[in-house]
């Protein structure tokens, strides 16, 4: 693959991650069944403000992407088209797709939106444009004091959903299937989305992640 052709597909995989995530948490949203940790606090935030999910999504990136400068963490390209393109995607697939009625529709937007979440996940860490601000906030602050990236990631998103769900964010079984089959789906996308080096060779999947970051924006 030429120079030129690895850059526009990596770039294609990047935006098209970042869209794709935005949509399939929205569908998590029409589901009525759970949100991603991050996102039930994003929806608390949204009843509590009156402003729409996905421009409280860019608020809080924005805002959690400033606490990268004591961490001494690089942002990337992906770093901050993370924080433009989850929210606008969000809102636009909300304005697209209504809520869901019944058991079987509830459950199959649940199951849809987890799994586009996982094939989102592969092509945007795949396309290798640097960290979401959430993870580049857990693997800093791994860094800057020595605790486990799991135990760094465990307090973060716990304090993230008890504070969404006190402000009115959903909790649900949603949120658990999330929790326990993001990791398998994305790492299962990274190895189809994966990005063969522009000289040829081996493929090297996430490069300069840290060992158990978690795998989202």
Request: hydrophobic content about 50%.
């Amino acid at each position: 693959m030429s120079t030129r052709g690895h850059l526009a597909r990596r770039l294609v995989q990047l935006y098209a991650g970042l869209a794709l995530y935005g949509a399939s948490s929205a569908l998590l949203v029409r589901s009525g069944l759970g949100l991603e940790p991050w996102n039930v606090l994003h929806q608390g935030l949204a009843e509590r403000t009156g402003l729409s999910i996905g421009v409280v999504l860019t608020i809080v990136g924005a805002a959690v992407l400033l606490t990268w400068i004591p961490l001494r963490q690089r942002p990337g390209l992906g770093t901050v088209s993370n924080v433009l393109v989850i929210g606008m995607a969000m809102d636009a697939t909300l304005a697209l797709v209504p809520d869901a009625h019944g058991p079987l529709p509830r459950v199959t937007l649940m199951v849809t939106g987890i799994v586009l979440n996982g094939a989102a996940t592969g092509l945007y860490i795949a396309a290798r444009f640097g960290p979401g601000p959430r993870d580049g906030l857990m693997t800093g602050l791994h860094q800057r004091t020595g605790v486990s990236i799991r135990l760094v990631r465990t307090a973060i998103e716990f304090a993230v959903v008890a504070t969404g769900f006190a402000l009115g964010g959903t909790v649900g079984i949603g949120t658990l299937l999330y929790a326990v089959s993001i990791g398998p789906l994305a790492q299962l996308f990274l190895r189809v989305f994966a990005v063969p080096p522009a000289s040829g060779g081996s493929t090297v999947v996430a490069t300069g992640q840290p060992r158990g970051a978690i795998l989202r924006p």
